[in-house]
């Protein structure tokens, strides 16, 4: 087992494992603590390059599970196929729940309130006040309805939104109230004063929202993305930025890191925050409780938690041995 955390430093960890400590260091040149070719349990490094994460795939000939760190699996998938057929690729749904629906809310009161304003006011001495919106009393899209998006409503609650639109792949009913399909999106954003974006990406949602669907949201209504910039169409975005029709709040950005120089980066009416809704200080806890769950699991021979996929692999993929 490869485990970016020290494995004493788990509490919960099964006894009779054989765990090898790897985040990939500061570089990603740290050695392999081990011959790759024994590794049966990888649990992917936390924000490191995808060369970090996936350089020692190939070499894992006796793979049978991958775990990420991360909500999103799409900087894996390319990876998979130098993976032998059948290791099971889990996500680490409901590790980031809380970070990022606080950060989401944030984004939302910042934009919202003119916090941005506040402190360029403060930057130069100026005491100028005004007017601005409350999320008191303000309809909310959640575009995404998993546990992250189940998280930020619970969030949103308190602030007396009026109402909370549910949308995700399939229809479906939830403790919160009905959740509605992907194709009922785009009659649904013109009654959405924020959209926030919590969809991962995959093929189906790359550009998802996209100039036919911005172009659908009500004049002034506010755009936050915590999922991953490809989401979002940022040419489309940017022209509506430009035009003053719509705001934007962004922990993810297409490219990213966003480069200096790229017109995102002074767009009218954008917050932009460098990709922050996971690392926090809730993070460390709850990926240390879900690690020590799964391989309690795996040692039991139980069936895991978070499975994505199960890789059917393909003709020439590593078959180990």
Not at 101 to 109: D, F, G, P, V
Not at 157 to 180: D, K, N
Request: charged residues 20%.
């Amino acid at each position: 087992m490869w485990l970016p955390f020290p494995p004493d430093e788990i509490e919960g960890l099964p006894k009779g494992l054989n765990c090898h400590f790897w985040d990939g260091g500061e570089d990603g040149r740290t050695p392999y603590p081990a011959d790759p070719a024994d590794c049966s349990f990888f649990v992917v490094p936390y924000l490191k390059r995808p060369s970090v994460k996936t350089g020692a795939l190939p070499l894992m000939r006796r793979l049978e599970v991958i775990q990420t760190l991360t909500a999103g699996v799409d900087d894996i998938l390319p990876a998979l196929e130098s993976v032998r057929p059948g290791v099971r690729l889990c996500n680490a749904r409901g590790v980031h729940d809380a970070s990022t629906a606080e950060l989401a809310l944030t984004l939302i009161l910042a934009s919202l309130r003119g916090v941005p304003d506040f402190v360029r006011s403060q930057d130069k001495g100026a005491w100028e006040s005004g007017f601005r919106p409350a999320l008191a009393d303000r309809t909310v899209l959640v575009l995404g309805y998993g546990s992250i998006g189940a998280a930020i409503e619970d969030r949103l609650l308190p602030f007396e939104v009026s109402r909370v639109i549910r949308v995700a792949r399939s229809a479906r009913v939830t403790a919160h109230g009905p959740v509605h399909a992907l194709d009922e999106l785009p009659g649904l954003l013109p009654e959405a004063d924020v959209v926030v974006v919590a969809t991962p990406l995959t093929e189906q949602t790359r550009h998802l929202v996209d100039r036919d669907l911005l172009s659908r949201m009500k004049d002034g209504a506010l755009l936050v993305n915590i999922a991953r910039g490809a989401v979002v169409d940022t040419d489309a975005l940017l022209a509506e930025l430009r035009s003053g029709r719509l705001g934007a709040a962004l922990d993810v950005t297409d490219p990213e890191p966003l480069p200096e120089g790229h017109p995102l980066w002074h767009a009218p009416g954008v917050l932009i925050s460098p990709h922050m809704g996971g690392p926090s200080t809730a993070f460390l806890p709850r990926a240390k409780r879900l690690l020590a769950a799964q391989l309690t699991r795996y040692a039991a021979g139980e069936p895991l938690e978070n499975v994505v996929l199960v890789h059917p692999g393909r003709p020439g993929a590593n078959q180990g041995g």
